[in-house]
């Protein structure tokens, strides 16, 4: 495979997975980097994919410590990996925050369902909870966890693509600029 259709067919598995929940990329490792400078590794759940400008789309809860430290560094590693296809996509690049009264966070807000609004009344992500406060029945009040709530918008830098075969492993760097062209690629070692 060439540069060229390397490209265009990791976006659109990704774009394929953000529309199919049983899609294979549909969730993905995000990593920053905490106060200490320590990695921290989460799963997300990948929400929207624009494959011209070359970003991706989570939401998340801005009472969490991810949140808090991309607000400190927005500088972000993706990872995903497909059991079936053994294609593994590693993305790096710069989030954009959106909260508040933001036109994104709002948008987005907008297209949740009602029970996954509900996710985001409960306590901050990692506090100690009752766990009968777990099974809470979600409240009347369906914009009630909306304080919570944001949108992370990452703009992808460099894709590192690596196809594993039983021979020949193939892998493949490709770097974005920041309007999403492809400025360039080359096949690496894997």
């Keep these: 495979m060439d540069l060229k259709q390397i490209d265009a067919s990791a976006w659109t598995t990704l774009s394929d997975a953000a529309a199919d929940p049983q899609a294979e990329f549909r969730y993905l490792t995000l990593c920053t980097v905490d106060a200490a400078s320590r990695p921290q590794a989460r799963t997300v759940v990948l929400r929207q994919v624009d494959s011209r400008l070359r970003t991706l789309t989570f939401h998340t809860d801005l009472r969490s410590p991810k949140w808090q430290e991309m607000s400190a560094n927005p ?3 993706v990872l995903g990996y497909a059991l079936q296809t053994r294609l593994q996509l590693r ?4 989030v954009g925050l959106y909260a508040g009264e933001s036109d994104i966070a709002d948008a987005a807000w ?5 029970r996954t609004r509900s996710t985001y009344t409960g306590g901050p992500p990692g506090e100690v909870s009752d766990s009968d406060e777990q099974a ?13 709530f ?5 703009r992808v830098s460099a894709l590192d693509w690596y196809q594993l075969h039983r021979e020949n492993n193939q ?11 492809l400025v360039s690629g080359q096949q690496i070692t894997p």
Excluded at 91 to 94: A, H, N, P, T, W
Excluded at 172 to 177: F, M
Aim: proline residues 7%; hydrophobic residues 45%; without cysteine.
């Design 75 to 77: 500088q972000v590693t």
């Design 110 to 114: 907008s297209r949740l369902p009602a």
């Design 171 to 181: 892998r493949a760097l490709l770097i974005y600029a920041t309007d999403g062209a």
């Design 150 to 154: 944001g949108v992370v918008v990452m």
């Design 91 to 94: 993305l790096q690049g710069e």
């Design 136 to 148: 809470a029945v979600p409240p009347a009040d369906d914009d009630a966890g909306r304080q919570h």
